[in-house]
């Protein structure tokens, strides 16, 4: 046998993958990529929705340094996210290690009712905040009673101290499950080993314990940071005059139709939220570790009574007025009214008039939700399954390309698909359901994306080059092998991207038209209509609707749904 | 019925065009017998697991030919080569029984039910699991011994043409391992189907194959049977790959003989122990050397005795391992040293001398032996 040494051509591919693959990669480049490269293009032109190629102007950006309405949205913006994140930390942190570390009863209790806060729509919880604090809150109404001989009034809820104390209370599950997951799963070992070489309990958690959960730390405050700085449904609805970056990109597109200069908010609002991303992805590097030992031993964990008394009232304190919203709405969907200390005129009429007045919104939502959720599901498994097994040459940007919406805020989304679709665009996609089921998807597929990137991560390749082996093809493999291994975080992917969408407001409320209106949209026209009592029977059907769902997939996969939400 | 396989020129270049390409394969050339049980042995990062790889179809080589009997098969995507292969990991499915486990070659064959099953009770008595198979668990409620007997049984049942083992006794504890690398070989001679079993143990290589090859940094050193690669490593590597050698510097004074530097002690070995290249001068400096048993510990010095320091003494049951240091212009490690008996007057850190036995030594090229 005789063979030339010429290098030999290469293996004859099966070329489906190739085509299937492609698929994902268009929709990215048209409903992403484009949309995106023309916001940043429109942030350079002058003010108005016109798309004019050669006219450069920066006044969207000088605005930020003239305009004091800018300028003072930019700082409300600062404030509010940095406010959050710092006071998330500080209630969040103690939570999670006194359900973690000491022995309270109802741990499990607990941390079921801690993810709820971050399972309700934050809009919700503002206008609950609304009831119980506003102009007419009951709280505020009974402390004033109680402090009207010294003389002093509590303030409204409108304004900073609104909006920071109800993303604190909606957002410090974040912290307090990733805190808790941190100091829960910490090997004992390696603090027994510090106590054995002489350090105190204080000592062994400055030195040994907090530097190990820094990175579980970290995480959470970038959730909550980016979740702070892109919400638009609090400032909305009890910001009062206070702007703040999305609200101001909704106004300018709401009230003026100035895409240009929203595009330029746009771009400042990314900006910093990529800013603190690169300084929190510094900062993580820099403490992340590997765990060497091989044995684990469990946490001890405190049993002196003072310290039980303190976390379990602590704890307790902090859930229960995380959760008055939640009663709150409850108790306002019955009743006509709500001005003093109780409410007055129990009714049925905001639940029985749902059929006749919200039909057209619950379909929507449902219908809206549901496509957008398959589409991203499908889209999110397939890019998950080429960066993770082809491991094409562009795999990181492909990734950064998917990651990208998941800090984008909302409005931002909105923006640059109005940009891109909008007035005399080539594609016109304005007011219709397509553009609201891209947005979703654009902005959800990182929740699948990244559920099945880390199942396939995990799974170990030769599973699927044995059925290779055994005589497969590749489609047939994905079928029989890759797609039923996956499937379970697909559907996990699936379920948080269903539960959020139902009650997304933030992209829909740029994007609606009438024909388009949804759930959502309709509570908060509601409640800015001053209807608080139709807004909460919405509201507690939504609720009800996602409860339903998670506590099913909770049921299904015994999976906690915090570990679901804790992505990013 | 079975075939042979023969490599012809392979090499395997990974990142080519990159500042540094690995050769992972560079010329490599053999054949397997039909029926063989073929071990392929080296320490890790020598391309075994490619080599293994390329066989499958599961890596695409930059040159070289592949062939399966006559056919050459190095275009052919391994979906289509009709193989059956035993991952390190097993990886067994976990979402389907260990019926439809083994079942599945036979399905993506679209073969009828009735003879599916005809064929997976056969190969699950084959391999001695007609118990569990009655009970027809998922494969993670199996015991480790289990689970690689059912990965071997769905590699085996669809026939397959060559048969290919990766590490597939790593993931099993050490007494089962021994077993089950006899029950490997039970098996394989049962089906007579050509196979490669790739293993870093040397121990478990020698155990179970008709013949080795030993690779380093993608080039074969040797081919043979085991007891050819132990009497007769053709270098320094292989002889302290396959068990254990000693290696003492040397200068070379006759055509097979060598003088151990700093003593006046020379060395005369037989020709055919003499692996120099041919043509090397007088005065080179070579190794010389020299099994555990090969050597013995004296107590009185000689003409012939290297002076020694006892630094270790392990009982290892038949034979008295003593680790001993010499001179660092000889060798900077330690000698292991194979006694029959337990030296009474020898305690550790002890001066002692060392004497080689009798015209056993090998004369290797001084090179890198690691």
Request: proline share 5%; hydrophobic share 45%.
């Amino acid at each position: 046998m005789s063979h030339d040494p010429v290098t030999i051509k290469k293996m004859r591919k099966d070329i489906t993958p190739y085509l299937i693959f492609s698929i994902p990669l268009i929709f990215m480049m048209i409903f992403l990529m484009y949309p995106m490269v023309l916001t940043i293009l429109r942030a350079f032109m002058p003010s108005g929705n016109k798309l004019q190629m050669g006219a450069f102007s920066i006044d969207g950006f000088t605005k930020f340094f003239t305009s004091s309405m800018y300028k003072k949205a930019l700082n409300n913006s600062f404030i509010v996210s940095l406010s959050v994140t710092g006071l998330c930390i500080l209630i969040g942190v103690p939570m999670g290690y006194f359900v973690a570390r000491v022995k309270i009863p109802g741990k499990n209790f607990m941390l079921s009712l801690g993810i709820l806060p971050i399972i309700m729509p934050s809009f919700v919880g503002a206008f609950t905040w609304v009831i119980l604090l506003g102009r007419q809150g009951v709280i505020r109404h009974f402390l004033n009673l109680l402090l009207a001989p010294l003389g002093i009034t509590i303030p409204t809820i409108y304004g900073m101290f609104g909006m920071i104390l109800c993303m604190t209370l909606t957002y410090y599950p974040f912290v307090f499950q990733l805190a808790y997951g941190a100091f829960a799963s910490a090997n004992a070992l390696l603090e027994e080993a510090g106590m054995l070489m002489g350090a105190s309990r204080w000592y062994i958690f400055r030195t040994i314990t907090f530097p190990l959960i820094l990175p579980s730390l970290g995480a959470g405050a970038l959730l909550v940071f980016v979740r702070a700085i892109g919400n638009f449904g609090i400032p909305a609805i009890i910001g009062g005059d206070k702007y703040v970056l999305p609200t101001l990109i909704y106004f300018r597109v709401n009230g003026f139709w100035d895409l240009n200069g929203a595009a330029s908010i746009a771009i400042v609002n990314v900006a910093i939220t990529a800013f603190v991303l690169y300084l929190q992805k510094r900062i993580v590097s820099r403490h992340e570790y590997e765990t060497i030992s091989a044995t684990h031993s469990e946490i001890k964990q405190h049993d002196g009574k003072a310290i039980r008394i303190i976390a379990f009232v602590y704890c307790t304190i902090i859930l229960v007025v995380s959760l008055l919203p939640q009663v709150t709405i409850i108790v306002m969907s019955f009743f006509e009214k709500w001005v003093g200390l109780f409410p007055e005129g129990f009714t049925l009429r905001h639940y029985t008039r749902i059929p006749a007045h919200s039909h057209k919104e619950l379909f929507n939502t449902f219908y809206l939700s549901i496509m957008a959720t398959v589409l991203a599901a499908l889209l999110g498994s397939l890019v998950a399954y080429i960066t993770e097994r082809k491991k094409p040459k562009g795999a990181a940007l492909l990734d950064m390309s998917i990651m990208m919406p998941f800090i984008l805020p909302g409005t931002v989304v909105s923006v640059a698909l109005l940009s891109a679709f909008s007035g005399n665009s080539i594609i016109k996609l304005t007011g219709t359901y397509t553009i609201i089921v891209i947005s979703y998807m654009v902005r959800r597929t990182p929740y699948v994306y990244r559920s099945v990137a880390a199942s396939l991560s995990q799974l170990n390749p030769s599973l699927e080059e044995a059925s290779t082996i055994a005589g497969a093809n590749w489609f047939y493999t994905f079928r029989r092998v890759s797609v039923p291994l996956i499937m379970p975080a697909i559907i996990s992917g699936s379920i948080l991207t269903l539960t959020t969408l139902l009650q997304e407001l933030s992209t829909t409320i740029l994007l609606y038209s009438s024909k388009t209106r949804t759930v959502p949209i309709q509570i908060y026209g509601a409640v800015a209509d001053g209807k608080l009592g139709e807004a909460s029977a919405l509201s507690v059907v939504l609720l009800i609707v996602v409860f339903v769902i998670v506590y099913a997939m909770n049921r299904k996969q015994g999976k906690s749904i915090a570990s679901a939400f804790k992505m990013g | 019925m079975s075939l042979n396989l023969t490599y012809s020129k392979i090499h395997k270049i990974f990142d080519p065009h990159s500042k540094n390409p690995v050769h992972a394969l560079n010329d490599v050339s053999f054949s397997i017998e039909p029926g063989e049980l073929f071990c392929l042995l080296g320490p890790s990062g020598c391309g075994k697991t490619t080599l293994l790889r390329a066989t499958a179809g599961l890596e695409t080589i930059t040159s070289g030919h592949i062939l399966y009997g006559d056919t050459d098969m190095t275009s052919i995507p391994p979906f289509r080569r009709n193989i059956g292969m035993v991952f390190q990991s097993f990886a067994l499915y976990p979402h389907m029984n260990i019926f439809e486990n083994v079942a599945y070659g036979l399905r993506v064959r679209k073969m009828e039910e009735k003879e599916i099953r005809r064929r997976v009770t056969e190969v699950m008595e084959l391999v001695g699991l007609t118990e569990e198979l009655k009970r027809n668990p998922s494969p993670t409620g199996l015991s480790g011994g289990q689970q690689q007997r059912v990965a071997i049984a769905r590699a085996l049942v669809y026939d397959p043409d060559i048969l290919l083992l990766d590490e597939p006794l790593a993931n099993l504890d050490a007494k089962l391992r021994r077993y089950m690398r006899a029950e490997i070989r039970r098996i394989q001679k049962a089906t007579n189907i050509t196979t490669i079993f790739v293993t870093h143990d040397q121990e478990e290589a020698m155990a179970i194959g008709d013949r080795l090859a030993v690779l380093r940094k993608g080039v074969i050193e040797q081919i043979g049977t085991s007891d050819e690669l132990y009497t007769n490593p053709s270098n320094a590597f292989v002889s302290n790959f396959i068990g254990k050698m000693n290696f003492f510097n040397a200068t070379l004074v006759g055509s097979h003989s060598a003088k151990i530097d700093t003593t006046t002690v020379v060395v005369d070995v037989k020709p055919q122990r003499s692996r120099l290249n041919a043509g090397l001068a007088r005065g080179s400096e070579i190794f010389v050397g020299a099994r555990p048993e090969q050597l013995e510990i004296v107590e009185e010095e000689s003409e012939q005795t290297i002076a020694a320091t006892v630094q270790i003494i392990q009982h290892l049951g038949q034979v008295v391992r003593y680790e001993v240091l010499l001179d660092k212009a000889i060798s900077l490690t330690t000698m292991e040293i194979d006694m029959p008996h337990y030296l009474s007057n020898v305690r550790e850190q002890d001066s002692v001398f060392i004497r080689f036995r009798e015209g056993m030594p090998f004369l290797f090229n001084r090179e890198e032996q690691n």
